[in-house]
Structure formats: structure tokens, C-alpha cells
Nanobody, 129 residues
Framework: QVQVVESGGGLVQPGGSLRLSCAASGFSLLYYAIAWFRQAPGREREWVSC????????YYADSVKGRFIISKDYEKNTVYLQMNSLKPEDTAVYYC??????????????????????WGQGTQVTVSS
């Protein structure tokens, strides 16, 4: 069964760091686009970062560039989101999402929620003093 499960959320002070994990099962990260989204209360789900499905190119939303880093561990079949220099506006539920490789996603992963087939349950990140 194809599944992704997030973990690692919690409470952190502004300027602090947190690492989220997305454990994948039932498929290989080699053949899927993987994305991180987040959703704050009362707001639409927002794309944060992703890996393309083919060459593994990394992409970031402007709001997190220079602060967040997406990475893969193929041995553990896990994707990580290292979040540094956290700001209160980063507070949200963070979701991991996956989609099988397509021609369109080989080099460029989608920023659209509708492009992803599988979603995790979400993990809460709260940035506050």
C-alpha cells in the first residue's frame, strides 16, 4: 500500500530549527515526485518544496528559499525537510505528498495540490515565543 507518513513537528522559538520526516512505504522515492505543503488555520494549502520525479531537482517556494532544505535518504526511503531560521508565519500543519513519475514531473515537480495522489496525515509546526 502506498503511504507517506510525516513526523517531527513541534513547538520551536523564532529563529530556531526543526526537521520534518516523510517516511514512504509501498513505493520507491526514485520514481515519485515528493512535495511538502503546509496549511495554516483559515488559509489555503500552500506549496513549500518538492523533488522532481526523474532527476531529483529541488524546488522551493520564495517564502522559504534560503531557510528550508529538502533532502532524500534512499536507504531509509525517507524525505526530510530541514527548516531553519523559523518565523511565526511558518506555523502550520505540514503535509508530505507523492505522485508517480510522469513526463511532466520528470524535471519539474508541481506546485499544485491536485497533482499529488498520496498524502500524509500532517504534522503540526508551531513557531512561537
Amino acid at each position: 500500500q502506498v503511504q507517506v507518513v510525516e513526523s517531527g513537528g513541534g513547538l520551536v522559538q523564532p529563529g530556531g530549527s526543526l526537521r520534518l520526516s516523510c517516511a514512504a512505504s509501498g513505493f520507491s522515492l526514485l520514481y515519485y515526485a515528493i512535495a511538502w505543503f503546509r496549511q495554516a488555520p483559515g488559509r489555503e494549502r500552500e506549496w513549500v518544496s518538492c523533488f522532481s520525479s526523474g532527476d531529483g531537482s529541488r524546488y522551493y517556494a520564495d517564502s522559504v528559499k534560503g531557510r528550508f532544505i529538502i533532502s532524500k535518504d534512499y536507504e531509509k526511503n525517507t524525505v526530510y525537510l530541514q527548516m531553519n531560521s523559523l518565523k511565526p508565519e511558518d506555523t502550520a500543519v505540514y503535509y508530505c505528498a507523492a505522485a508517480p513519475r510522469t513526463t511532466e514531473s520528470y524535471y519539474h515537480c508541481s506546485e499544485s495540490v491536485s497533482a499529488y495522489n498520496y498524502w500524509g496525515q500532517g504534522t503540526q509546526v508551531t513557531v512561537s515565543s
